[in-house]
Each structure stands twice: as structure tokens, then as C-alpha cells.
């Protein structure tokens, strides 16, 4: 099992572009999370998926979009980047019944 | 609101010893409580899960300990070894919540 993989690792990206971060899990869960992690601020959470089909806002979902088609994906999109989304991206999930997140190796994303 | 506070933000003592690290939340109307580490440029992994109605939770030399009513949590490390380096976290969910709260971290360093 590769459990949950993010790709890509690394983007750079100027102001106003767009790009989409791929979260993808083999381990059949129906919850799904991405959350951004910045200096002094913690983790929060951006969006979370409920099932293939279903999405919900979570803290700071502003200039973000996702979308889930797939049980087993989960695509967090920014239509128009800015330089305060420059952060580390991480995605988690979890079944319907367990309580613990596994998260993905993150994404550095960097907005000039 | 939720706030979950670490204290120390970091910590460096010499291999061998046993420590204590703290979490404290301001909202004890919590569903689990939940540890993590994290190395350098990596994610999360989880460590130890407390329901709200436990009290601990050990895992190897690691032991979990939750005070729901005073609002702490320590996470016990026993018998550090340079392996443990890393930056711990941890993170509450409330009842009814999908999002979890996350502390934001004690980087612990061991010294050979």
C-alpha cells in the first residue's frame, strides 16, 4: 500500500497562475482532507470530503477550490495564485469508522 | 474557539532520558486527541489516539496521557534515543467536528 501520496512535491508558481495539487489514497477511505501549514500558524484545514462527490469548506478555504470524482482522489485547485498561498499542502484520510488521519508527504508550493 | 498550545517549542536533552512533552487546549468538549510527529520536510505520521473517555495510551516506549476536564495532554517518551528527533504535534477534534486543531509543535532534538 502507498497510502497517501501527493503529487507534486515541489511547484513554483507566479502571481495569477493557476495549478491543481493531486491527493490520491489506496486505502478505500472515504474521508479526505487537505490542510496548509505555515509558519506560526499551525496546520489548518481547507477543505474535507465526506465521499466521491461531496466536498465541504473547512477554515480557510478562500481562493481555493476541490473537487472529488473519485473516491480515491481528492484535487485541491487554486484558479488564481497569490503570493499568501505560499505554504506546504497536506492531504489526509480516514475511514468512516477509524478516527486517525494518515497524511501524504506534503506539497511545497511557492507563489512569486 | 478552539486553541491548542505547545509548550516548549522546542526541547534538546541527551540520549537516555525520559521526557515529557505538553498540550493544552482551551475547549474540553473534545471527541479525541491525537499525536503526531513530523521530520524535516516530511508529514505527519500518528502516533498514539485518545478517546475523549480514555485516559491514556501507550505505544512502545511512548505513553499518552489526557486530562479532558484540566484541558492537557502529555505525550511520554521513554528511554530517548537520536531517532526520536523530530517535531511533535498535537491536535483535538471536537465533538461533531471533522476538522482537527493542531498545536503548534514541539521540536524535540536528542543529543547522542
Known amino acids: 500500500n502507498a497510502g497517501v501520496t501527493q503529487t507534486p512535491k515541489f511547484r513554483v508558481l507566479k502571481t495569477g497562475q493557476s495549478m491543481t495539487l493531486l491527493c490520491a489514497q489506496d486505502m478505500n477511505h472515504e474521508y479526505m482532507y487537505w490542510y496548509r501549514q505555515d509558519p506560526g500558524m499551525g496546520l489548518r484545514l481547507i477543505h474535507y470530503s465526506v465521499g466521491e462527490g461531496t466536498t465541504a469548506k473547512g477554515e480557510v478555504p478562500d481562493g481555493y477550490n476541490v473537487s472529488r470524482l473519485k473516491k480515491q482522489n481528492f484535487l485541491l485547485g487554486l484558479e488564481s495564485a497569490a503570493p499568501s498561498q505560499t505554504s506546504v499542502y497536506f492531504c489526509a484520510s480516514r475511514s468512516w469508522t477509524g478516527q486517525t488521519q494518515y497524511f501524504g508527504p506534503g506539497t511545497r508550493l511557492l507563489v512569486l | ?112
Not at chain 2, 30 to 57: A, C, M, V
Not at chain 2, 80 to 100: E, N
Request: proline fraction near 4%; hydrophobic fraction near 35%; aromatic fraction near 6%.
Open chain 2, 1 to 112: 474557539k478552539q486553541e491548542v498550545t505547545q509548550i516548549p517549542a522546542a526541547l534538546s536533552v541527551p540520549e537516555g532520558e525520559n521526557l515529557v512533552l505538553n498540550c493544552s487546549f482551551t475547549d474540553s468538549a473534545i471527541y479525541n486527541l491525537q499525536w503526531f510527529r513530523q521530520d524535516p520536510g516530511k508529514g505527519l505520521t500518528s502516533l498514539l489516539l485518545i478517546q475523549s473517555s480514555q485516559r491514556e495510551q501507550t505505544s512502545g516506549r511512548l505513553n499518552a496521557s489526557l486530562d479532558k476536564s484540566s484541558g492537557r495532554s502529555t505525550l511520554y517518551i521513554a528511554a530517548s534515543q537520536p531517532g526520536d528527533s523530530a517535531t511533535y504535534l498535537c491536535a483535538v477534534r471536537r465533538q461533531g467536528a471533522q476538522k482537527l486543531v493542531f498545536g503548534q509543535g514541539t521540536r524535540l532534538t536528542i543529543n547522542p
